[in-house]
């Protein structure tokens, strides 16, 4: 099977085929399959290809579909919401369909997830004027947190009900889920909303625009400014990374308080969110690099004893470790997510349950 996560500045892809796996990137969209073709030989051997597609909004609601012949217009529709993002995987689908188009092309959305939060929880209030159905919270890294729904489900005696899951990276994000929905998400009509990142500038008072366009910018202008030119490396006056953050943070007294202020948002958001489950089962903190951030999940895993987790040593688990006692209330966890391993998965599953429906 081969995987793509296509951005504006790249595409990265993975070829996954009986335990061989070839990983690679482009930095052009026309690039994309002649690279990978050389790299593993004819794309009429390579079997399905899985995109992940980060913003569906109310057009493509499921987690895992094929491609179909709307989906590229659906796609490009929803761009207004995360516009590099949507309009650069369209154009690597369109390319698609000409390098491999005998291949089954299934959609991995992001959103799809929290497709069914509570009205009071995607709602904005705004005037009903303007309160047209898209515009609403859509969360996001939803293929991650349903992942770590299932790791925790399958890895605990008693599968825990009330999870808090927090995507360590360079988006970071927490989703509260319950009875295995989701409830709650830090991110809203866009990726912008909730906790900074690197260069996004997450939760804002809405009218600092204003006070910025009264200095000379458009709103195209304060839009980038916000969503590329905030976040940390804006505070910082540099390009900075999360992983450079938390790595660094003990060698460097400037990165200490921007890494204060990212653990103080995350303990922020796991309060609120315990309070709007009505109590926590079990919060995992979810990783593609653990050996940057492990550390750190240990730092913020043994300031959760007001949940009431009793943290214990690490105890190594097959998908992380393990950062509570056997017999605590609250079951605290650190997850490594192989991203490439869990999308294979989830596309190969929803090939046989469509083979098996036929």
Not at 57 to 80: A, H, T
Not at 152 to 163: K, N, Q
Not at 182 to 194: A, K, S, W
Not at 258 to 286: C, E, P, W
Request: aromatic share 10%; proline share 6%.
């Amino acid at each position: 099977m081969l995987l793509f996560d296509v951005t504006p500045l790249d595409t990265h892809w993975c070829f996954i085929e009986r335990g061989r796996r070839v990983e690679g990137e482009a930095l052009v969209a026309e690039d994309v399959f002649p690279r990978v073709e050389r790299r593993i030989g004819s794309l009429r051997n390579a079997g399905p290809a899985g995109f992940v597609l980060y913003h569906g909004g109310e057009l493509i609601v499921e987690p895992v579909s094929f491609v179909r012949p709307d989906s590229i217009p659906f796609i490009r529709k929803c761009s207004r919401f995360i516009p590099e993002y949507n309009d650069a995987l369209a154009n690597v689908l369109a390319l698609a369909e000409t390098a491999m188009p005998d291949a089954p092309r299934i959609l991995l959305c992001e959103t799809a997830f929290f497709h069914d939060l509570p009205e009071y929880v995607h709602t904005y209030a705004v005037p009903s004027a303007l309160s047209e159905p898209s515009l609403r919270r859509y969360g996001g890294s939803g293929l991650c947190h349903e992942w770590v729904l299932d790791s925790l489900r399958f890895g605990s005696p008693v599968p825990p009900a009330r999870i808090i899951s927090i995507y360590l990276g360079e988006n970071t994000n927490v989703a509260a889920i319950d009875a295995g929905k989701p409830v709650e998400t830090t991110l809203g009509f866009t990726p912008v909303e909730g906790l900074s990142t690197a260069h996004a500038c997450g939760d804002i008072d809405p009218t600092v625009v204003f006070q910025i366009q009264s200095t000379g910018l458009s709103f195209n202008d304060i839009s980038q400014l916000l969503v590329r030119r905030s976040g940390f490396a804006g505070y910082l006056g540099r390009e900075c990374s999360i992983a450079e953050i938390v790595r660094d943070a003990g060698r460097n007294p400037e990165l200490a308080v921007a890494l204060d202020i990212y653990s103080y948002q995350i303990r922020k958001y796991v309060g609120a969110f315990a309070a709007a489950l009505g109590g926590v089962d079990a919060v995992a903190f979810v990783t593609e690099d653990m050996e940057t951030y492990g550390d750190f999940v240990r730092t913020q895993g043994s300031t959760l004893g007001f949940l009431g987790a009793r943290v214990a040593p690490a105890e190594a688990a097959p998908q992380g470790f393990r950062l509570t006692a056997g017999d605590s209330p609250v079951e605290v966890r650190g997850l490594f997510y192989d991203k490439w391993k869990a999308l294979s998965a989830r596309a190969s599953d929803f090939l046989k349950r469509r083979t098996s429906e036929k």
